[in-house]
C-alpha cells in the first residue's frame, strides 16, 4: 500500500480535531477534498477509521491504532527533515516544546539565544501540567518536555537542567512579609493572587491546599506573572511563584519573598524526550542551550 504524506497530515487533522470540516481547514482543503481523500484513505487500509455522526469524527478502534503509526511517522519526516536542513538554507525545522509554568520562568534567555544562532528554527511553545507533558512527549505531539518536580516520566528519558525553589511572596507591608519561614497552611488564610485557573501553576497548589483540607481563596486569576506581581506589590493579596520570577521585585524592595515549610518549594527541573539521541540535530542544540 502507498500512502501520501497530505492523506497522514489530514488523517492526524481530523482525529486531534474531531471534525471534517476543521480538520480540512488546518490543511487547506475543502471538505469534499478532505472526505474524499479520507475515503480512499480507509479503501487503502481496507478498514473504517473513523466513525461519523452529527457531533463529529470519532476514531474506531483501528483508528486509534493508526492514529498512533501516523504521529510517529510524521515525527520521523519532520525529523529527517530537520537533519538535513543542515545541507540546505532553504529548509526550515520547527521544536515542539512543552513546559510547565515554573520551567517557563527561566526559559526566555536560553530561548531568545537560541533562535538568534538558527534563524531557520521555529518554536512551538505550550504550557501544560507536568503529567500532560509526559503524556504529549509519549505521544510523539512534542519533541521535548520541561517539567519540574517528582514526576513519574514512564518510559521517557530524562535529564536535569536546573533546580528552582517555590516561594511565598507578599506586599513589604502584610503581616507575613518579616517571617522567617512559612507553612502552607498558614499561607493559604491570606488572600491569592493566582495564574490562570488552567495554568500549571494554580492546579499544583490547589491540589496541595486540597490535600491540607482547604482551598485556595483567589481574589483574581491572571494570565501573566508581571500582572501578578503588581497586584502582590499593591497589597491585594499574596502568592507563591518560582524565585526567579520574583527575585527582581524582591531585590528591589517592591514586594518581600519569604521562604515555604514544605520540602516540595525545592523542585528540580527535568528535560524528558522519547530519545535524546534520535531527536534531530536542531533539538539536540537546543538542548545544550538550555544544560
Given at each position: 500500500?502507498?500512502?501520501?504524506?497530505?492523506?497522514l497530515r489530514?488523517?492526524l487533522?481530523?482525529?486531534?480535531?474531531?471534525?471534517?470540516?476543521?480538520?480540512?481547514?488546518?490543511?487547506f482543503?475543502?471538505?469534499p477534498s478532505?472526505?474524499?481523500?479520507l475515503?480512499?484513505?480507509?479503501?487503502a487500509l481496507?478498514?473504517?477509521?473513523?466513525?461519523?455522526?452529527a457531533?463529529?469524527?470519532a476514531?474506531?478502534?483501528a483508528g486509534?491504532?493508526?492514529l498512533?503509526?501516523?504521529?510517529?511517522?510524521?515525527?520521523?519526516?519532520?525529523?529527517?527533515?530537520?537533519?538535513?536542513?543542515r545541507?540546505?538554507n532553504n529548509?526550515?525545522?520547527?521544536?515542539?516544546?512543552?513546559?510547565?509554568?515554573?520551567?517557563?520562568a527561566?526559559?526566555?534567555?536560553p530561548?531568545?539565544?537560541?533562535?538568534?544562532a538558527h534563524?531557520?528554527?521555529?518554536?512551538?511553545?505550550?504550557?501544560?501540567?507536568?503529567?500532560?507533558?509526559v503524556?504529549?512527549?509519549t505521544?510523539?505531539?512534542?519533541?521535548?518536555?520541561l517539567?519540574?518536580?517528582?514526576?513519574d516520566?514512564m518510559?521517557l528519558e530524562?535529564?536535569?537542567y536546573?533546580?528552582d525553589?517555590l516561594?511565598?511572596?507578599t506586599?513589604?507591608?502584610?503581616?507575613?512579609?518579616n517571617?522567617?519561614?512559612v507553612?502552607?497552611?498558614?499561607?493559604l488564610?491570606s488572600?491569592?493572587?493566582c495564574l490562570?485557573?488552567?495554568?500549571?501553576?494554580?492546579l499544583f497548589l490547589s491540589?496541595?491546599?486540597g490535600k491540607?483540607?482547604?482551598?485556595?481563596n483567589?481574589?483574581?486569576?491572571?494570565?501573566?506573572f508581571?500582572?501578578?506581581?503588581?497586584l502582590?506589590?499593591?497589597?491585594?493579596?499574596?502568592?507563591?511563584?518560582p524565585?526567579s520570577i520574583?527575585?527582581?521585585?524582591?531585590s528591589?524592595h517592591?514586594i518581600?519573598g519569604?521562604?515555604?515549610?514544605?520540602s516540595?518549594?525545592?523542585?528540580?527541573?527535568?528535560?524528558?524526550a522519547?530519545?535524546?539521541?534520535?531527536?534531530?540535530?536542531y533539538?539536540?542544540s537546543f538542548?545544550s542551550?538550555m544544560t
Amino acid at each position: 500500500m502507498r500512502y501520501e504524506l497530505t492523506d497522514l497530515r489530514l488523517f492526524l487533522a481530523i482525529a486531534e480535531s474531531e471534525s471534517l470540516s476543521i480538520g480540512a481547514s488546518s490543511r487547506f482543503l475543502s471538505a469534499p477534498s478532505a472526505s474524499y481523500r479520507l475515503k480512499n484513505l480507509e479503501q487503502a487500509l481496507g478498514t473504517t477509521l473513523f466513525l461519523r455522526s452529527a457531533k463529529g469524527m470519532a476514531l474506531t478502534p483501528a483508528g486509534r491504532v493508526f492514529l498512533d503509526h501516523v504521529r510517529g511517522i510524521l515525527t520521523s519526516v519532520q525529523h529527517m527533515e530537520g537533519d538535513l536542513s543542515r545541507f540546505s538554507n532553504n529548509i526550515r525545522g520547527q521544536i515542539r516544546i512543552v513546559a510547565n509554568s515554573s520551567c517557563l520562568a527561566g526559559l526566555t534567555a536560553p530561548l531568545s539565544r537560541y533562535l538568534v544562532a538558527h534563524p531557520n528554527i521555529n518554536v512551538e511553545l505550550e504550557e501544560r501540567l507536568s503529567e500532560d507533558i509526559v503524556l504529549a512527549v509519549t505521544e510523539n505531539t512534542a519533541d521535548i518536555g520541561l517539567l519540574a518536580g517528582e514526576v513519574d516520566v514512564m518510559a521517557l528519558e530524562s535529564k536535569p537542567y536546573g533546580q528552582d525553589e517555590l516561594i511565598l511572596i507578599t506586599a513589604v507591608f502584610h503581616p507575613l512579609a518579616n517571617a522567617q519561614q512559612v507553612s502552607l497552611a498558614t499561607a493559604l488564610d491570606s488572600d491569592f493572587i493566582c495564574l490562570d485557573r488552567r495554568s500549571s501553576n494554580f492546579l499544583f497548589l490547589s491540589k496541595l491546599a486540597g490535600k491540607l483540607g482547604k482551598r485556595i481563596n483567589a481574589r483574581v486569576n491572571v494570565q501573566n506573572f508581571p500582572t501578578l506581581l503588581q497586584l502582590v506589590e499593591e497589597n491585594v493579596g499574596v502568592s507563591i511563584v518560582p524565585r526567579s520570577i520574583a527575585s527582581t521585585a524582591i531585590s528591589e524592595h517592591r514586594i518581600a519573598g519569604v521562604s515555604l515549610e514544605e520540602s516540595w518549594r525545592h523542585r528540580k527541573q527535568w528535560l524528558v524526550a522519547n530519545s535524546f539521541s534520535n531527536l534531530p540535530h536542531y533539538v539536540r542544540s537546543f538542548i545544550s542551550y538550555m544544560t
